[in-house]
């Protein structure tokens, strides 16, 4: 369903600087996968989140979607049928609006902003019922700013608000990743129960190698803007934590780190 | 009697300048975005409402109009800093700068001269038999003075200013009110909506400007003249009273920022009329106004990083 073909991607273009992180790489993704990605820092994994959702554009290539080229179309135009959980909890909601303006907000997603009621009432129980799949007493503070609340819970929200309106494809960005251990583990199983609750197509990219064991349909290890490996079905469910780190290490041993 | 008087000033002054405070409340608080353009803006409405009122246009058409006009001039922001790219003062900048020539023709022109293009003035003089808020229903029912009061003036400011502030309540509540915060807050929430972030800041920039050049109407009814001098100081009189409100009544949950804003813009003037009656000349106002303005910053800076400490 989602298809990268000969994407180029340079840094600092046309300065002494310049990088290239992408040459034409290729990368797709079949409708109902769930695909953990891991890689060093710098191997490419946040880019590619970024050029498919549409904050960076590449220098070359294509992105098809279903068959049809979104290459150039704008973030927030993608963002209609691709949803997206970032590292830092704070971006995925405001601040300043309740839970309930959050969620009012998040479930008026591709319907018109007009003149009409911010919050309809109706759907309060709606919302409240879907905080309680989260299970970390939100649904009793309807009326707090979100602010207020910790980071775990910030980031259930935005997991949930992403999921609010039908999505085809659900990018998680290092989702876990900013939260401690006991919240990071509350987060990721929330994940994995909404993906298989939607059988959403969904691509994450996480540092935590046993995350991506434990989790998802198959596996990929990027590098210096290539994929090294590979891994669906029975293969990745007999791979393990070891086995990554094997691989994980001997590369960095290779590029000197 | 002449702190009666002074009070009397300050009260119409604070709703007058409650109206484009509520615009910089839209745009300086919940866009996080300083809107120089402004300085401009409330000349364009005085201008036009002016113009307009010399036509014979009634006064509450005029008003709608001026408000229009200033929305198409925040727009004109907007679009600068949005679509070109160019930094939010810098844009506000250039539409304030343009709207000088903008303003000065609309003047002459409205004046029925012909533009030479040297030497002009924008100043359009509201004629004592031109239709006024002032001198024609509703307000009229009201008795001219009191006690020497201008209780006419005093209570269509007022009133006018309510109006704004309702109407403003109930648009922040609807979900074009709440992008907007939305965007302020968290640009990238709103494009994850499947949102422009940047046409709900253009929508906020229109509104915050639609609102200074109505209260630039409102100074040009009740002055009986549109000039020059208006515009100047604008900006600092809009967002110390935005500060100002939110600073000292912020912590009161019952209470609407709108609510908070009108209040901030009455302690302002309040401010500036306690230094007219200790006998300050008026040719220090200016100077006044920058200091209260760094005072509102320090403060709300004080308060600020002590809730943060907290």
């Not at chain 1, 007009?114 to 919302?127: A, E, P, Q």
């Not at chain 2, 304030?96 to 924008?122: E, P, Q």
């Given at each position: 369903m989602l298809e990268l073909q000969d994407i180029t991607k340079k840094f600092m273009k046309g300065t002494p600087d310049e990088t290239t992180l992408f040459d034409y790489f290729s990368f797709s993704v079949k409708k109902g996968e769930f695909v953990s990605?891991?890689?060093?820092?710098?191997?490419?994994?946040?880019?590619?989140?970024?050029?498919?959702?549409?904050?960076?554009?590449?220098?070359?290539?294509?992105?098809?979607?279903?068959?049809?080229?979104?290459?150039?179309?704008?973030?927030?135009?993608?963002?209609?049928?691709?949803?997206r959980v970032f590292q830092d909890p704070k971006a995925g909601t405001c601040s300043n609006l309740t839970i309930l303006e959050n969620m009012a907000l998040a479930d008026n997603k591709n319907k018109a902003f007009?003149?009409?009621?911010?919050?309809?009432?109706?759907?309060?129980?709606?919302?409240r019922s879907l905080l309680e799949t989260c299970d970390m007493g939100m649904e009793n503070r309807l009326q707090t700013k979100v602010g207020a609340l910790s980071g775990g819970q910030r980031q259930a929200l935005a997991l949930v608000i992403a999921n609010m309106t039908e999505l085809k494809l659900l990018i998680l960005d290092e989702h876990t990743a900013a939260?401690?251990?006991?919240?990071?583990?509350?987060?990721?199983?929330?994940?994995?129960?909404?993906?298989?609750?939607?059988?959403?197509?969904?691509?994450?990219?996480?540092?935590?190698?046993?995350?991506?064991?434990?989790?998802?349909?198959?596996?990929?290890?990027?590098?210096?803007?290539?994929?090294?490996?590979?891994?669906?079905?029975?293969?990745?469910?007999?791979?393990?934590?070891?086995?990554?780190?094997?691989?994980?290490?001997?590369?960095?041993?290779e590029s000197g780190n | 009697m002449a702190i009666l008087s002074s009070l009397e000033v300050c009260l119409e002054d604070g709703f007058v300048y409650a109206i484009l405070a509520m615009g910089f409340y839209i745009t300086f608080s919940i866009l996080d975005f300083p809107d120089l353009s402004v300085e401009g803006t409330v000349l364009t409405g005085g201008v036009t409402c002016a113009v307009l009122a010399e036509m014979g246009v009634s006064p509450y058409l005029s008003m709608i109009v001026a408000f229009l006009v200033g929305c198409l001039a925040g727009s004109v922001t907007g679009i600068?800093?949005?679509?070109?790219?160019?930094?939010?003062?810098?844009?506000?900048?250039?539409?304030?700068?343009?709207?000088?020539?903008?303003?000065?023709?609309?003047?002459?022109?409205?004046?029925?001269?012909?533009?030479?293009?040297?030497?002009?003035?924008?100043?359009?003089?509201?004629?004592?038999?031109?239709?006024?808020?002032?001198?024609?229903?509703?307000?009229?029912?009201?008795?001219?003075?009191?006690?020497?009061?201008?209780?006419?003036?005093?209570?269509?400011?007022?009133?006018?200013?309510?109006?704004?502030?309702?109407?403003?309540?109930v648009y922040l509540k609807t979900k074009s009110g709440l992008l907007l915060f939305a965007t302020g807050d968290n640009a990238q929430f709103t494009t994850m909506l499947a949102r422009n972030p940047g046409s709900s800041k253009i929508l906020g920039l229109a509104l915050g400007n639609g609102l200074a050049a109505l209260s630039g109407a409102l100074i040009a009814q009740s002055r009986g003249n549109a000039n020059q001098g208006m515009g100047l100081g604008m900006v600092v009189i809009g967002i110390a009273s935005v500060i100002i409100g939110l600073s000292v009544f912020g912590k009161l949950r019952f209470m609407k920022p709108t609510t908070m804003v009108i209040f901030g813009s009455v302690i302002y003037q309040a401010c500036l009329g306690v230094a007219s009656i200790l006998g300050v000349p008026s040719a220090y106002n200016k100077l006044i106004m920058a200091l209260l303005f760094t005072a509102a910053l320090v403060l709300s800076g004080r308060l600020g990083r002590k809730k943060q400490e907290a």
């Open positions: 990605v891991v890689g060093s820092n710098g191997s490419g994994k946040t880019t590619m989140l970024n050029l498919i959702c549409g904050t960076y554009q590449p220098d070359g290539g294509k992105i098809l979607f279903e068959g049809r080229d979104i290459s150039r179309l704008p973030e927030y135009k993608r963002a209609a049928f691709i949803g007009g003149l009409s009621r911010g919050v309809n009432k109706k759907r309060i129980d709606t919302y939260l401690d251990p006991k919240s990071s583990e509350r987060i990721m199983q929330l994940t994995d129960r909404l993906i298989r609750q939607s059988g959403i197509t969904a691509l994450m990219v996480t540092h935590n190698l046993r995350f991506a064991i434990e989790y998802g349909s198959r596996l990929v290890m990027m590098h210096q803007g290539q994929v090294v490996l590979d891994k669906a079905g029975t293969e990745k469910q007999n791979a393990s934590v070891d086995d990554l780190l094997t691989v994980f290490n001997s590369i960095s041993i | 600068l800093h949005v679509k070109l790219g160019i930094r939010p003062l810098l844009s506000g900048i250039l539409v304030s700068t343009g709207l000088i020539t903008v303003n000065l023709v609309a003047a002459v022109v409205g004046n029925g001269g012909s533009f030479s293009g040297d030497g002009a003035l924008s100043n359009v003089t509201i004629a004592r038999g031109s239709p006024t808020i002032f001198r024609v229903f509703p307000f009229t029912l009201l008795p001219e003075t009191v006690a020497q009061v201008n209780l006419r003036k005093l209570l269509s400011f007022f009133v006018i200013a309510l109006i704004v502030k309702l109407l403003l309540d």
